[in-house]
């Protein structure tokens, strides 16, 4: 694994946007796993930027993201379409039918997630994976559980990630109880994968992931058995990483 120590968070949005940015430049029809929330903000800013500048060219990259809200519309200021709408996919000229995210208002969700891994295997894999860690070690919505979920499927979200995503809604109440999200074996088959992190109060949590046992009590810890990671993440987030 390779780490990345950055003074802050903007450093990190820069360090991890230098290697998006390569992995576009010597791979320009590169799959890319995307992550949302608030850590990949950064770094989808700087990557913005450079496509402005004219030095990054989205024209045909492919994107799968690693989750959607189950019952929210892509339209939704909530979900992860829009976010990704506003944040990278409006501002960087990247076809919208090479953009991918699984539906939230599917009729059968059981067949959508079989859709959503077939259009991942479509592609061959999953050339670079963006991924943020959860407080309790949940990567996309693979929650802390007794097993690794292999395929995209529908997790029922924990009391923990509802109150972590609640400032996103209204209300915690607003947050939804599902979500889409890929599962553990198309990010483990990606050629490579990179982790972002930030502040002290992910510094647990990443030392649990990266320094504890492999356990799906702590679902990111499995990226130890990835043959290239990379972590990025500031001094607070990797305060504890021994």
């Given at each position: 694994?390779?780490?990345?120590?950055?003074?802050?968070?903007?450093?990190m949005?820069?360090k991890?946007?230098d290697?998006?940015?390569?992995?576009i430049?010597?791979?320009?029809d590169?799959?890319?796993?995307?992550?949302?929330?608030s850590t990949?903000?950064?770094?989808?800013?700087?990557?913005?930027?450079?496509?402005?500048?004219?030095?990054?060219?989205?024209?045909?990259v492919?994107?799968?993201?690693?989750d959607?809200y189950?019952?929210?519309?892509?339209?939704?200021?909530?979900s992860?379409?829009?976010?990704?709408?506003?944040?990278?996919?409006s501002k960087t000229?990247?076809?919208?039918?090479?953009?991918?995210?699984?539906?939230?208002?599917?009729?059968?969700p059981?067949?959508?997630?079989?859709?959503?891994?077939?259009?991942?295997?479509?592609?061959?894999?999953?050339?670079?994976?963006?991924?943020?860690?959860?407080?309790?070690?949940h990567?996309?919505?693979?929650?802390p559980?007794?097993?690794?979920?292999?395929?995209?499927?529908?997790?029922?979200?924990?009391?923990?990630?509802?109150?972590a995503?609640k400032?996103?809604?209204?209300?915690?109440?607003?947050?939804?109880?599902r979500?889409?999200t890929?599962?553990?074996?198309?990010?483990?088959?990606?050629?490579r994968?990179?982790?972002?992190?930030?502040?002290?109060?992910?510094?647990?949590?990443?030392r649990?992931?990266?320094?504890g046992p492999?356990?799906?009590?702590?679902?990111?810890?499995?990226?130890?058995?990835?043959?290239d990671?990379?972590?990025?993440?500031?001094?607070?987030a990797?305060?504890?990483?021994?």
């Open positions: 694994m390779k780490i990345h120590k950055t003074a802050d968070y903007e450093t949005g820069r991890a946007a290697i998006v940015a390569a992995q430049t010597l791979k320009p590169s799959v890319l796993g995307l992550a949302t929330g990949p903000l950064g770094l989808y800013a700087r990557l913005v930027e450079r496509h402005k500048a004219g030095e990054l060219d989205f024209a045909r492919r994107t799968v993201n690693l959607e189950e019952g929210l519309a892509a339209a939704h200021p909530q992860y379409r829009f976010y990704m709408e506003q944040n990278l996919f000229g990247i076809c919208p039918g090479n953009t991918h995210l699984p539906d939230g208002l599917a009729a059968d059981a067949a959508e997630c079989a859709r959503y891994d077939a259009v991942i295997r479509g592609f061959g894999g999953i050339d670079l994976q963006l991924l943020g860690i959860g407080h309790d070690g990567i996309g919505f693979n929650e559980g007794g097993h690794f979920e292999n395929d995209t499927h529908v997790a029922v979200l924990t009391p923990e990630t509802i109150d995503n400032r996103f809604f209204t209300s915690a109440a607003e947050v939804p109880r979500a889409y890929m599962g553990i074996r198309p990010i483990m088959l990606a050629g994968v990179l982790v972002v992190v930030s502040g002290v109060d992910k510094a647990d949590i990443v649990r992931a990266f320094s492999v356990t799906p009590a702590v679902p990111a810890s499995i990226l130890q058995m990835h043959r990671v990379t972590l990025v993440g500031d001094e607070a990797l305060g504890k990483l021994l």
